[in-house]
């Protein structure tokens, strides 16, 4: 069974879902307000993290800011429905996902899965280590490097790099990221996405070129940059 902590203020909500995810296959532990909740975050190592984000104590915003001063952890987030500004600022602050309240405990399943896929999900007969240009990408460690240094990548940037070195100069689609990296059909309205690649963006900076390593091809989707003496490599 995966472990995973809820942290909610909901303590019937919190009930039901624990009854429903362990016989899902999820260990669960809750907790009922922010600053425990970040307590019990670093006490132990969990597969994932379901953070609302009005919590007493401690918000879920700052709880998910310290959680990332030290791990990478899968989050997913819990908002409010309505507040687009929630989810957009969870995203920015390192959130993998979100599902908006009330919802259907079986879209919460389907999205935890999705997360935890993306963390376990292996490359197969594709190539397990990637360099481009500065950048290296040991996947099977799920360690991403630039010029020597370790990256900081929260698992959906982990994907969305991945996806990006294993075809670089070619525009990957926004439906095509959305389906294999966030494992859901891609939704014009939802923004995660983009938050997601904004976020990865500023992590690996500019090129020589001084340009963004990662472009957006408007209506379509990304694109990873290549120096003009690119020679990739995959082992």
Same mark, same amino acid.
């Given at each position: 069974?995966?472990?995973?902590?809820?942290?909610?203020?909901?303590?019937?909500?919190?009930?039901?879902?624990?009854?429903?995810?362990?016989?899902?296959?999820?260990?669960?532990?809750?907790?009922?307000?922010?600053?425990?909740?970040?307590?019990?975050?670093?006490?132990?190592?969990?597969?994932?993290?379901?953070?609302?984000?009005?919590?007493?104590?401690?918000?879920?915003?700052?709880?998910?800011?310290?959680?990332?001063?030290?791990?990478?952890?899968?989050?997913?987030?819990?908002?409010?429905?309505?507040?687009?500004?929630?989810?957009?600022?969870?995203?920015?602050?390192?959130?993998?996902?979100?599902?908006?309240?009330?919802?259907?405990?079986?879209? /919460?399943? +389907?999205? !935890? *899965? @999705?997360?935890?896929?993306?963390?376990? #999900?292996?490359?197969?007969?594709?190539?397990? $280590?990637? =360099?481009?240009?500065?950048?290296?990408?040991?996947?099977?460690?799920?360690?991403?490097?630039?010029?020597?240094?370790?990256?900081?990548?929260?698992?959906?940037?982990?994907?969305? /790099?991945? +996806?990006? !070195? *294993? @075809?670089?100069?070619?525009?990957?689609? #926004?439906?095509?990221?959305?389906?294999?990296? $966030?494992? =859901?059909?891609?939704?014009?309205?939802?923004?995660?996405?983009?938050?997601?690649?904004?976020?990865?963006?500023?992590?690996?900076?500019?090129?020589?070129?001084?340009?963004?390593?990662?472009?957006?091809?408007?209506?379509?989707?990304?694109?990873?940059?290549?120096?003009?003496?690119?020679?990739?490599?995959?082992?």
């Amino acid at each position: 069974m995966e472990d995973v902590l809820l942290i909610d203020d909901d303590v019937e909500l919190c009930s039901m879902l624990t009854e429903y995810l362990d016989k899902n296959g999820f260990r669960v532990r809750s907790v009922h307000r922010g600053d425990s909740g970040l307590a019990a975050a670093q006490q132990h190592s969990w597969a994932l993290i379901l953070l609302d984000v009005m919590l007493p104590g401690m918000d879920g915003f700052e709880v998910l800011k310290r959680i990332r001063l030290e791990s990478n952890v899968s989050v997913l987030l819990l908002t409010a429905r309505g507040e687009d500004i929630d989810r957009i600022v969870g995203l920015e602050i390192g959130a993998d996902d979100y599902l908006p309240k009330p919802f259907n405990p079986r879209e /919460l399943l +389907a999205r !935890m *899965r @999705a997360v935890l896929r993306r963390r376990d #999900r292996t490359s197969g007969p594709l190539p397990a $280590l990637l =360099r481009v240009h500065d950048l290296d990408l040991d996947v099977a460690a799920r360690k991403a490097m630039k010029a020597g240094k370790r990256l900081e990548l929260t698992d959906v940037e982990f994907g969305l /790099l991945e +996806a990006l !070195m *294993r @075809a670089p100069g070619q525009v990957l689609s #926004r439906e095509e990221l959305s389906q294999s990296v $966030l494992g =859901r059909a891609f939704d014009p309205f939802d923004r995660s996405l983009d938050m997601h690649i904004s976020r990865l963006r500023r992590k690996l900076g500019r090129n020589d070129e001084d340009e963004d390593r990662v472009k957006t091809i408007r209506g379509v989707g990304y694109q990873l940059v290549l120096d003009r003496d690119f020679s990739g490599e995959g082992d």
